[in-house]
């Protein structure tokens, strides 16, 4: 009854991607959208908005519509699905039959922030929709024995949220979601610029930053970074230069939340399955893992194998386009 579903989608704070039956990964797009304010019409959606961002005319605004792993502008959201939808199918060749879609949801998420993403799937187009835990499908996609009764722990670091969770025949036994993931680093990115040198950078500088200089709580070879941003005495240009171990000062607070968040599920796991995780070990998903030395800061803070999976930007939606053909198996994550 659940094989014919379409589509997989990862309705994600940073990324929306799409999985398809026998496309694969059929799109992969910043969840962002450009909105003329005038008219309240869409005037860019994914790579082509992001490119946009600090960079608008005055009537356009961009949005990242989902904050936190939720729907933040419920009518956006849609618009934004609309559009990825209609795009995928397109490339599929579906026409204009109505996809059945498998979507994901945070396992931190209520069933009100629930309730919202399935509304604006099957407002965007969707014919039937089934949900699946995000670390389920990440698990899934990192290729983990999710359906045997052993302790799959995975480590989601996204934009808006990171989630830890214990998965065991087919469900989440133990789980964490906090609202730090890589949104955060880049603020506090932003934060510390402007402190300590009194020039204002924009998100997209911040993130840059991140991406090649930011680094985990380890030793490293220092690193520098010239960086632009706006001097907010003069009001001019100014260009300064920016060390790795800078960096990483500024990231250090957020960086000891997520490996809080680790520390507690890892508490919270069942004495039975305790074991596994030593032997197993811990799988890291998501944009964020990508953090330089994060794979290596971690084994040594958790004293358990930690290691990056192959693809972590693309692991969930995998996970949910490979959910797609065996979802009887699992019914204890699906609904
Ligand atoms: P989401 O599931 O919330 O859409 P993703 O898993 O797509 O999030 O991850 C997006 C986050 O990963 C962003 O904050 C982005 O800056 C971060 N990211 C991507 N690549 C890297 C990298 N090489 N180093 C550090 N952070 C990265
Ligand atoms: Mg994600």
């Not at 250090?252 to 596994?276: F, Q, V, W, Y």
Request: charged share 25%.
């Amino acid at each position: 009854m659940l094989s014919n579903f379409d589509i997989g989608i990862d309705l994600g704070t940073a990324n929306i991607l799409v999985y398809s039956k026998n496309k694969g990964i059929a799109l992969n797009e910043p969840s962002v959208v450009a909105i003329d304010t005038d008219t309240k019409n869409v005037v860019a959606v994914g790579l082509e908005a992001k490119e946009m961002i600090g960079k608008t005319p005055e009537k356009v605004v961009t949005i990242r519509p989902l904050k936190d792993g939720v729907i933040a502008d419920f009518d956006v959201t849609t618009d934004m699905l609309k559009h990825v939808m209609r795009k995928a199918t397109k490339k599929m060749g579906y026409g204009f039959r109505k996809p059945n879609v498998v979507v994901c949801i945070p396992s931190g998420s209520t069933s009100v922030e629930r309730r919202a993403i399935q509304d604006a799937v099957r407002n965007a187009g969707a014919k039937k929709i089934s949900l699946i835990e995000e670390p389920v499908a990440a698990a899934i996609g990192a290729g983990m024995p999710v359906d045997e009764p052993v302790a799959n722990v995975v480590v989601d670091i996204g934009g808006g949220n990171t989630e830890v969770a214990i998965i065991s025949f087919g469900g989440v036994v133990a789980c964490h979601s906090i609202k730090v993931g890589g949104d955060r680093l880049d603020d506090d990115i932003i934060q510390f610029v402007r402190k300590e040198y009194n020039v204002l950078i924009g998100e997209r500088t911040a993130e840059r930053i991140k991406m090649e200089i930011g680094y985990a709580l380890v030793d490293h070879e220092e690193r520098f970074m010239d960086i632009r941003g706006r001097d907010l005495v003069s009001g001019l240009p100014k260009t300064i230069n920016l060390s790795s171990y800078q960096v990483q000062n500024a990231l250090k607070e957020a960086l000891l939340h997520i490996l809080e968040a680790i520390r507690a599920t890892l508490e919270d796991c069942p004495a039975e399955l305790s074991g596994d995780i030593v032997d197993r070990g811990v799988i890291l998903t998501g944009g964020g893992s990508l953090l330089n030395g994060m794979e290596e800061w971690l084994s040594k803070e958790i004293v358990v194998p930690v290691q990056l999976s192959s693809d972590p930007l693309e692991c969930v939606v995998i996970g949910t386009g490979k959910a797609l053909q065996y979802m009887s198996k699992l019914q204890a994550a699906i609904r």
